[in-house]
């Protein structure tokens, strides 16, 4: 015999669990995987659900199944958004966690039969997260893991005062775990997502709503017991944040999209968009206060040798370790940009001068000069860099960028010849401020 009434349910999350994959499939992170197991765990506490009244010990497994992948999906969702998950201690307090509420909910299933074993099961629940953190703490320390251990400790002293009680004290005792962990999952949805977006508040509220109910229903039948609520009421929490973080990985993939609309995806520096508009607000600050401004090009001397003999991937590297070497020579003020498949773009931003820009330039080109270690492959390659002073070589964007490439030319081909033929077409075809003197 099974109960069919849990097969809305089971259906309703079971179509959320497709909807959040779909969703998650777009932009798979560790985050998104751990999210779509917890909800598979929250469909097998309904399906379980559904067996409970089958005789015999098919309905005792039944309910141990069902509130152990409930107490599972919580701690999942936990455990999905703390911040510091790779580490080693947080591997082990997510087993002494799931470890610990799995015992005592078997043991609470098949009461009277295991009551004498619930005392130190419920000691066990607050003490395995506490030695945890305690063995780690010269190692790491976090105020999330202390709350942890909080949360567990009061749950144990909890469990210690209510679960003998004779009546409801195994209820009460169930209810309390299944409240702590999801106000664990309010806690820690709070703390990792603190910005004000539709899908954090959605999902914070959820989880909070969700751990009330294990506080409000048993409220409600022990103090109100000709009140009935239809159960489709107390399961509202999980589809509140089942959308909640639907809308948080929406919210993720477009703050992408929008990353990826400004930046480069291999280094993860500006593109050209962004930097022609950096460009452009600081031109237009440092007119205002009469400051210089210098615009540094790269262009990657040998760069397609190492593509074509070691390959795209080798080359990949070697752009995005020259991205982190340019950041790393500059100011914060500064902006490095990939504005080219081998071509990088450097702001000086005031206060700044021609000296200070060729000795950027120059320590640019030290830095290429050494071999790079790039997997098992040593490249070493050179690097042309053309400089450009604003005013002093050009009053307007279009112009100084073309100065810098100008230099930039020159430096390459070590020729005046060519700069200056080049500078005869433009100006023949467009009015441009003359950039200065190519410096020596």
């Known amino acids: 015999m099974l109960d069919w009434s849990k097969l809305p349910d089971f259906g309703a999350i079971a179509l959320l669990a497709c909807a959040f994959a779909s969703v998650a499939r777009r932009n798979q992170t560790p985050v998104s995987r751990l999210w779509l197991t917890g909800w598979i765990m929250i469909a097998l506490h309904f399906a379980a659900f559904m067996f409970i009244p089958t005789r015999g010990n098919g309905g005792t497994i039944a309910i141990f199944t069902g509130l152990v992948a409930l107490v599972w999906a919580g701690l999942l969702f936990i455990w999905a958004s703390v911040p510091y998950r790779t580490l080693p201690s947080s591997g082990w307090t997510l087993a002494a966690l799931l470890s610990t509420n799995t015992l005592y909910i078997g043991l609470i299933s098949i009461t009277p039969v295991a009551s004498r074993a619930l005392t130190p099961a419920a000691v066990l629940i607050g003490i395995a997260p506490l030695a945890v953190t305690l063995l780690s703490l010269r190692k790491f320390n976090h105020p999330m893991r202390w709350a942890v251990v909080m949360l567990y400790g009061a749950l144990a002293l909890f469990l210690l005062a209510v679960q ?17 962990v999801y106000l664990g999952c309010c806690i820690h949805f709070w703390y990792t997502y603190r910005q004000a977006t539709t899908g954090a508040f959605i999902t914070i509220a959820g989880f909070f709503s969700w751990a009330l109910v294990f ?6 039948s022990a103090f109100l017991p000709g009140f009935h609520l239809e159960s489709e009421v107390w399961n509202l929490p999980k589809y509140v944040v089942a959308v909640g973080m639907i809308l948080l990985l929406l919210e993720k993939q477009i703050e992408h999209n929008k990353y990826l609309a400004l930046h480069d995806e291999l280094t993860g520096l500006p593109n050209r968009r962004l930097f022609e508009d950096r460009l452009a607000k600081t031109l237009e600050r440092a007119s205002r206060s009469g400051s210089q401004v210098a615009l540094l090009l790269v262009d990657l001397d040998r760069f397609k040798q190492v593509n074509d003999s070691l390959g795209h991937h080798v080359g990949d590297m070697l752009l995005s370790r020259v991205g982190d070497l340019f950041s790393g020579r500059v100011r914060r003020s500064d902006t490095v940009a990939r504005t080219g498949g081998d071509e990088f773009s450097i702001i000086l931003e005031g206060p700044t001068s021609r000296e200070d820009a060729e000795f950027v330039s120059q320590s640019l080109i030290q830095l290429l000069k050494e071999p790079l270690n790039l997997g098992n492959h040593a490249v070493r390659i050179g690097a042309s860099v053309g400089v450009a002073v604003f005013p002093e070589d050009a009053s307007n964007l279009e112009a100084l960028c073309i100065a810098a490439d100008l230099r930039m030319y020159d430096s390459k081909h070590g020729a005046q010849g060519l700069g200056e033929m080049l500078r005869t077409s433009m100006q023949s075809s467009m009015m441009v401020v003359e950039p200065g003197p190519v410096q020596r």
């Open 215 to 220: 506080v409000i229903a048993p409220g409600i």
């Open 164 to 180: 003998h009680r004779s009546g409801n004290g195994p209820d009460l005792a169930l209810n309390a775990v299944l409240f702590t």
